[in-house]
């Protein structure tokens, strides 16, 4: 009952004029930004977080920047599913098995019918997923409350793990990508012993180099770029995030596309909505299947919305009658991917929401937002901040409902809007990367290493180094290092304390299980691929003989 | 492609071992420290040190480095099975002016303000790699930078760069001064009339 009152109330603030107008302006955004090739929600958020600092300084509500941020996230989901069906090309990874069926659908002349059922299937996946989350998050928060470091430790190592044994992407490269976000984390002061690390220049050395470059007046230009040291602040998240989504996504975009995209002419009205909406009847396994795999998928670390939205896919054909119906326009084969990329990403908030651990690079994004905010994310925030919580969890059902109707009623201008030729909107994309990051720091120094990072980011990708999982490891950075070297200061340096349950921590003999069993699921998943290898190996061995 | 996998990994690799020997390092105030003492994980009593953290991240990002290049050795990874290069011309040459416009950007932010670099990228975005019509490239290189100016140092007055000082007391003194006397319903009326005036212009380059 209480679960039902706090909804209740949280559902009355989001329907209060502010929140109702950003959950309004969001999902524009993010429909928008789903919909444009090389733009996905992880993007439209890290470019446009610096955004939400007017937000929390105008609004007394601490939930508003969060509302804004989350219905991009929402709209963005539902968004991605225009451009897969119109251009064929998905407009974020998430609605990539969306053009498997969409687009085939738009060459025989069904683009509407496709649009209608991948907005109606996302609203009924998101829906779902909400009434999932809402019974699913007081839960775990409250058996959350009683982690200790060793435990939230072991989550966070699970995290990663999940991204080496389920990632699906080169294991090295995965690895140093985890690791490499998570030294990032440690650069500036050491917040236990509050000595600089890593910092790799003092202020005569910057000035220095600036001399050496040539720029007049060196000295005075220190303090412009950063009195402290370039480096002693530490390496801030969103200059990683803005540099690989905002510049680094953006140069991969125009080399893949080499802006060139042609898109199939769809007729849209209410007539053609309607038979949309009635022909959903076909598509009601897909809906289903996608609204609750993909919530379950969404949870998991290291998977999120677009393993979610495929794994949808490839369940709902595999269990067809027809099979062979799938890829030449089978409306199940949009609405499977649609729910489940809708569903999986209220399913990634709930792991960052109850336990601080965020389930996809997207909402690694908002846990650092909220952490910009002065919220701290973990199982205390539904304790002490129900001001915020309830509110947020209501703006899911309101934001889903804003989604499905602004979608349907503005398709004709989404497809104007898509026509907008690349060369224009990238520069704009570079130009709010750029000004968003001077904004949120106030530093040049920190806009020229979001280029940096953005360039060097494009050239990692083109040797398939996966980036998510660094800019996931550059947010749990500093809390991963705080509960390790915590849990290792009580436990007088033995690693025990994470893997054996009987290790006596406080001196009462008492049995502790939740972080061993996490470690040694932990384990398992990295040590995943070598037992894979071994098993074929033997059974290679096994088959010949 | 195979050797830009051998040759970034070499240099990830040549990073890391710098890495781990700056995570060694102790205050430059310190002249008795030691290096390396600082990585241990229980100094004293008082757990791991400042430089156990960074210095074992560092360790893993080099064993990663060593297996990527014995995995290219062995040719198991996409790139080291690849015999496309690793940019072909047209990437070189978008890498060169995309990358290029975006640093020629920057520089210019620190002599002629944010908004005024702003307004020359986008005109030379538009006018040379887009090669839109004269008209559209220049009405949206002015209408953009003014809608960032109105939001940015207008309604948030999250103020940003002003490049030297002449043009910040000739150009934007006086343009703050006016704006920051206008209503809010005043701003959302340049808004619009900047947006028209885009809209306008890029019917007429249609045409």
Not at chain 1, 55 to 72: V, Y
Not at chain 1, 222 to 250: C, K, N
Not at chain 1, 276 to 291: E, L, V
């Amino acid at each position: 009952m209480e679960i039902w009152d706090a909804l209740y109330q949280g559902i009355w603030i989001a329907l209060q004029p502010h929140n109702l107008g950003l959950a309004v302006i969001g999902v524009v955004v993010g429909l928008f930004v789903g919909a444009l090739p090389g733009l996905g929600s992880v993007n439209g958020v890290a470019i446009l977080l610096p955004f939400t600092f007017v937000i929390n300084s105008m609004t007394a509500d601490p939930a508003s920047p969060m509302i804004f941020l989350a219905a991009i996230y929402y709209g963005a989901m539902y968004g991605g599913a225009i451009s897969s069906i119109t251009l064929g090309i998905p407009g974020a990874s998430t609605a990539v098995a969306t053009t498997f069926d969409g687009r085939p659908m738009a060459l025989k002349g069904d683009a509407d019918r496709a649009l209608v059922t991948a907005a109606i299937a996302s609203f009924i996946g998101g829906t779902v997923a909400t009434v999932f989350f809402t019974g699913f998050a007081p839960f775990l928060s409250s058996v959350a409350l009683d982690f200790g470091n060793p435990e939230i430790f072991a989550l966070m190592l699970l995290a990663f793990a999940t991204f080496i044994g389920l990632g699906g992407d080169d294991i090295p490269k995965t690895l140093f990508s985890i690791c490499f976000g998570l030294l990032l984390a440690t650069v500036g002061f050491d917040q236990i012993s509050g000595e600089p690390r890593l910092v790799f220049m003092n202020e005569r050395e910057q000035t220095a180099l600036l001399t050496t470059f040539g720029v007049a007046d060196a000295e005075a230009s220190v303090p412009f770029f950063d009195s402290v040291g370039w480096f002693s602040r530490g390496i801030q998240f969103l200059v990683l995030a803005i540099g690989v989504y905002g510049i680094g996504e953006m140069i991969w975009t125009i080399n893949a596309s080499r802006y060139k995209i042609t898109m199939t002419e769809t007729q849209i009205s209410f007539k053609r909505i309607m038979r949309g909406i009635i022909g959903m009847k076909d598509a009601w396994k897909g809906t289903t299947i996608g609204s609750l795999l993909g919530f379950f998928v969404g949870i998991l670390p290291a998977a999120g919305a677009t393993p979610g939205s495929l794994m949808s896919y490839g369940v709902t054909k595999m269990t067809s009658r027809n099979p062979k119906s799938y890829g030449q326009g089978n409306p199940d084969g949009v609405a499977a991917p649609e729910a489940a990329n809708n569903s999986a990403s209220t399913g990634a908030m709930l792991p960052m929401m109850t336990l601080g651990i965020p389930g996809s690079p997207t909402t690694a994004v908002l846990l650092a937002g909220m952490v910009i905010w002065g919220l701290e994310p973990g199982p205390r925030l539904f304790e002490d901040r129900p001001e915020f919580v309830w509110p947020l969890i209501g703006s899911f059902y309101i934001s889903n409902i804003i989604a499905v109707l602004v979608n349907l009623a503005f398709i004709p201008l989404f497809l104007w809007v898509l026509r907008m030729p690349f060369t224009i909107l990238a520069p704009v994309i570079f130009v709010l990367s750029i000004v968003g990051t001077y904004a949120a720091y106030d530093n040049m120094f920190d806009v020229w290493l979001m280029v940096l990072f953005g360039i060097g980011a494009y050239l990692l990708r083109i040797l398939d180094y996966p980036l998510a999982p660094a800019v996931l490891a550059v947010v749990l950075g500093a809390t991963a290092e705080e509960k390790l070297r915590q849990a290792l200061l009580l436990s007088d340096g033995n690693f025990e304390v994470f893997y054996n349950p009987f290790f006596d921590r406080d001196g009462k003999g008492q049995e502790w299980w939740i972080a061993p069993i996490t470690t040694w699921i932990a384990v398992i998943l990295i040590t995943m691929p070598i037992i894979l290898w071994l098993f074929r190996k033997v059974r290679g061995q096994h088959n010949e003989a | 492609m195979r050797r830009a996998e051998f040759v970034t990994a070499i240099i990830l690799a040549l990073l890391s071992v710098y890495l781990m020997w700056k995570s060694g390092e102790g205050p430059e105030w310190d002249t008795e420290y030691v290096h390396w003492s600082n990585i241990g994980v229980n100094i004293d009593g008082s757990g791991p040190g400042k430089g156990f953290w960074p210095f074992y991240l560092a360790l893993g990002m080099l064993i990663s480095c060593i297996w990527i290049i014995i995995n290219a050795i062995r040719k198991q990874s996409p790139p080291s099975q690849s015999d496309e290069p690793f940019m072909d011309g047209y990437a070189a040459k978008m890498l060169l002016f995309v990358g290029g416009g975006l640093i020629a950007f920057l520089v210019l932010i620190d002599m002629i303000s944010m908004y005024a670099a702003i307004a020359v990228f986008m005109l030379y975005y538009m006018l040379f790699l887009g090669r839109h019509p004269l008209l559209l490239s220049v009405v949206t290189s002015l209408v953009v930078p003014f809608w960032l100016y109105l939001f940015f140092d207008i309604m948030m007055t999250k103020v940003q760069p002003k490049g030297s000082r002449w043009i910040e007391d000739t150009i934007y003194n006086p343009a703050g001064e006016f704006f920051r006397s206008q209503s809010l319903i005043m701003i959302a009326v340049f808004f619009a009339i900047s947006g028209a005036v885009l809209a306008l212009s890029a019917r007429a380059s249609r045409q």
